[in-house]
């Protein structure tokens, strides 16, 4: 019997195992919520595959789960492309991690001046610490561009502080983005 389940274990895990043809292919079609996962993050450590430490990296840029960049941003470093994802994808962390400290804490991140990104918490982190904003209430609302706007505001949730960024496209709530 144990020999049975041993095998028939062996033989599920073989089934369900993902490999570097899959993450492609969900990369192809946009699937980011499946490359974001444990599964992926395991398969490049595992491998030490830094095509698919990019991969997972935008994947999980692309839901928004910016913590999850630390790994694949510290096996980037052997070509220059790799160099350069590595240090937007830090940037992009020290920007969250600054304007958490500045809402949560109330420290003055003014004088911090970091590349120009083109990804909403980045603009919303150029905008915040340039002070181009209007504050009312503890909301911080600003103009990305020409149809969009959004509030960024702290907001407490089962005893933990989260930074919301609230955007507005023509005038209408568009997305809802949290990070702590």
């Keep these: 019997m144990i020999r049975f389940i041993l095998v028939f274990s062996i033989f599920i895990s073989s089934v369900l195992a993902i490999d570097v043809y899959d993450v492609k292919n ?18 490049f450590i595992s491998k030490q595959d830094e095509s698919i430490a990019n991969i997972y990296a935008n994947a999980c ?5 910016i913590s999850e960049l630390i790994i694949p941003m510290v096996m980037l470093y052997k070509t220059k492309d790799q160099r350069e994802n590595a240090a937007l994808y830090s940037t992009i962390l020290f920007q969250k991690k600054m304007l958490y400290l500045a809402l949560a804490d109330k420290v003055d991140i003014s004088y911090i001046r970091t590349p120009k990104i083109n990804y909403v918490l980045s603009m919303v982190f150029d905008k915040f610490v340039q002070g181009e904003y209007t504050l009312k209430n503890n909301i911080y609302s600003m103009v990305l561009d020409d149809s969009q706007h959004c509030d960024l505001l702290m907001k407490e949730e089962n005893g933990i502080k989260q930074m919301v960024v609230l955007l507005y496209k023509d005038g209408k709530i568009n997305s809802v983005k949290k990070y702590w």
């Design 26 to 43: 969900w990369n192809d079609i946009g699937q980011y919520n499946r490359i974001c996962q444990d599964s992926v993050r395991d398969l």
């Design 61 to 65: 840029l692309k839901m928004d789960k």
